[in-house]
């Protein structure tokens, strides 16, 4: 199988796993499961279980990942209803990785990408609610907010009326739709100026708000620290502040009742040659907790 995506912090990743003495670790946003892959093939007595809300990506990782058959399982599941109701053996490692893999940008076809897909974005296409819905039927006021608070967009009162008044006459199918409606917001002059695409904040506030993401990691970070053995680490590799906030804010709360300790004073980010090799590594935060009690 041909990979598409590169794992962000790989080294630093394995650096801080402390997975020398772990038996079990949970990768729990799979992708195509590089870091899955250099667990196993670095530390030969663990095991993992990857799981992913995306049977695409548990197809591709078990591909890739089917050497270590004897020591990998993967679940098609959301990473906070499959820790809630986990029983089994307790990880002595966890680690989320919340990036969206490259796959979905570059082969999905579901939307993610600013070019002509249908306009979806989700990560489980069993979920009832698509991107396509959101755009097409929540309020002006409701969009406005979206894109404000999950995506920071400082244009969002125009972008939401931009998208309402277009709507009036015909529905928004495909990405590449949304991507011109939300371009003409924009001035040529921003546009210009803007290091990446005008509509890339929208795309991901969108994203968060049709996969739940944010509220699905705070639910998923807490019951990670629950079920993790004592001397256990949680990782947890964000790509957007507010995702980086939870992550941080969480720790700090557990580590003042001294339930954890705190590894990563400050978060790790990508060396400069990691940026040179994979610029989508460029907004990557990872943080590092050890259970204490």
């Known amino acids: 199988m041909t990979t598409i995506h590169k794992s962000v912090l790989l080294n630093e990743v394995?650096?801080?796993?402390?997975?020398?003495?772990?038996?079990?670790?949970?990768?729990?946003?799979?992708?195509?499961?590089?870091?899955?892959?250099?667990?196993?093939?670095?530390?030969?007595?663990?095991?993992i279980i990857g799981v992913d809300a995306d049977e695409k990506m548990i197809e591709r990782a078990n591909e890739r990942l089917f050497p270590f058959k004897d020591r990998f399982k993967s679940v098609h599941a959301w990473s906070d209803e499959f820790l809630s109701s986990y029983k089994g053996e307790q990880p002595d490692l966890i680690l989320f990785d919340l990036?969206?893999?490259?796959?979905?940008?570059?082969?999905?076809?579901?939307?993610?990408?600013?070019?002509?897909?249908?306009?979806?974005?989700?990560?489980?296409?069993?979920?009832?609610?698509?991107?396509?819905?959101?755009?097409?039927?929540?309020?002006?006021?409701?969009?406005?907010?979206?894109?404000?608070?999950?995506?920071?967009?400082?244009?969002?009162?125009?972008?939401?009326?931009?998208?309402?008044?277009?709507?009036?006459?015909?529905?928004?199918?495909?990405?590449s739709e949304l991507h011109e409606i939300i371009s003409g917001c924009f001035s040529a002059s921003q546009?210009?100026?803007?290091?990446?695409?005008?509509?890339?904040?929208?795309?991901?506030?969108?994203?968060?708000?049709?996969?739940?993401?944010?509220?699905?990691?705070?639910?998923?970070?807490?019951?990670a620290y629950e079920i993790l053995n004592v001397n256990g680490r949680i990782e947890v590799i964000s790509f957007h502040s507010l995702e980086d906030g939870i992550a941080k804010w969480t720790f700090r709360?557990?580590?003042?009742?001294?339930?954890?300790?705190?590894?990563?004073?400050?978060?790790?980010?990508?060396?400069?040659?990691?940026?040179?090799?994979?610029p989508s590594s460029r907004s990557s935060k990872l943080r590092v907790a050890v259970k204490e009690k």
């Not at 039927?137 to 894109?147: A, K, N, V």
């Not at 795309?203 to 807490?222: C, G, H, M, P, Y």
């Not at 978060?267 to 040659?273: A, G, K, L, M, T």
């Open 99 to 175: 990036g969206l893999c490259m796959y979905h940008f570059k082969e999905a076809q579901r939307g993610f990408s600013f070019t002509d897909e249908k306009l979806d974005m989700r990560l489980d296409e069993n979920s009832s609610k698509s991107a396509y819905t959101v755009v097409n039927t929540y309020s002006e006021e409701s969009l406005r907010d979206i894109l404000y608070k999950f995506g920071g967009e400082k244009n969002s009162r125009r972008i939401a009326g931009a998208i309402v008044k277009y709507r009036k006459n015909k529905k928004i199918n495909s990405s």
């Open 191 to 223: 546009r210009a100026k803007s290091k990446t695409d005008v509509a890339t904040k929208s795309f991901q506030a969108l994203r968060i708000e049709v996969n739940d993401e944010l509220k699905r990691f705070q639910s998923a970070l807490l019951s």
């Open 14 to 47: 394995l650096e801080l796993s402390g997975a020398d003495n772990a038996r079990l670790v949970f990768d729990m946003n799979l992708g195509e499961g590089g870091h899955t892959f250099s667990f196993l093939n670095k530390y030969p007595q663990l095991k």
């Open 253 to 278: 709360s557990l580590n003042a009742d001294g339930k954890i300790s705190i590894l990563t004073k400050k978060p790790v980010v990508p060396s400069d040659e990691e940026l040179t090799n994979n």
